[in-house]
């Protein structure tokens, strides 16, 4: 029993000094007393604050990487005046070389160094006191790159990284570049629009052959169109019998069919902008009377121009919802029965847009509704009760041990088997998740 009670003791030792090592400041003091302690020694528990704390380690690291490539490459590209050089040659041989890179990946750390060296002084402080992770800060300077390199104002920069990096708190790094996206897009809304029109003369579809008797198709489209396409697909998917296939392999095979029956229709009329699927996109009343510029939000996307989202909108059916005016959040209301009416279902869809589970991205309208609360035990069929939750995510509520603690505007907490609670906010309906 001694024995018992003295391994007890040093695990809840050991759990208590690295949730305060998951608190300290990263750096060579607190990185060294981590890699002291053995992880397979600790509680669960214990086991997932390690690996925080391990992860807040690498982004001061990563912060040190950072400052360390620019002092090699330059603080801006080097230009050779000989007519077989480019920008950079030597600088990204010398990192390639180092770092055991290809040179196009030497020339991507060189960008994003330099990006977050020389403009986002915000981005690197997070980063070096563990705030964000290494994905993070690649994310956002990548996305604000171009703008940069475009003239964006100091102000605007500002703007848009402290922004960014308020979302990275509850976001994982691609929902991240999703709002520095849609930020950008308010805050430079002509440029926005002249850089979506210029990317859509680049539309193509291109066929490459493979091995094993495969070939690969590649479409590169407006995200309106590309919207169409899988939502066609997944249309057919869903009307499809189980069976042993993969959810890739039933698209794949979707989309053979239906190129198949647009085949065989060819003497049928073409109406090209009469489109039988529907795609969801999110417009403010005064963008839409064309008294605002604001950005529209295409479902599964992100943000498009305001002249795009008025297009889109002109032959539509339209659903009004209400918005908190502060938070963004579509409003709640009830119902009485276990299955959702037509409405709510509606609402739910447009509020939550994907599975709620904390960076899952599965969308909504291919998810269940799920009571947080189960009906059996008291749970109501309202908005504070209802959300979408993928299939993988249902059965981990249900049967894996995970609980939800769910709201009116569809923010919600998961808590773990172990004990952790993460938050998931609610969702401005003019931001794309």
Known sequence: MADANNICSQEID???EVSALLRATPGITSLTALLEIDPFCLVQSARIDYLAALERQSSWLQAAMQRAIVAVAGQEPSQNNDIWGGVD???REDIA????LSGSNAQMRIDVARTLVNHLPNTCSALASGEISPSHATTIARETASAIRDGLSPIAIYTVEVKALAHCEFHTPSQVANKVRSTLAKIAPEEFEDSVAAA???RRVSCYRESDGLSTIVAILPAEDAQIVMSAIESFVLKGEDDDRSMDMKRADALSALASWAVTQK?????PHRRPITVNVTVDLPTLLGLAENPGQLAGYGAIPASLARSLASDSKWRRFITEPTTGALLDFGRESYEPPQPLVDFLLARDRTCRFPGCRAPAYLSDLDHAKSWESGG??????LGALCRRHHRLKTHGGWKLESASDGSCVWTSPHGKRYPVP???IQEAV
Do not use: H, I, K, W
Not at 97 to 100: D, E, H, N, Y
Not at 267 to 271: C, D, I, Q, S
Not at 380 to 385: G, I, L, P, R
């Open 14 to 16: 050991l759990a208590q």
């Open 89 to 91: 040659d030597a600088e």
């Open 97 to 100: 070389a180092a770092l055991r």
């Open 200 to 202: 859509r003369d680049t």
């Open 267 to 271: 003497g049928a009329a073409v109406r």
């Open 380 to 385: 109501t069929t309202s908005a504070e009760n």
């Open 426 to 428: 609610a969702r401005d």
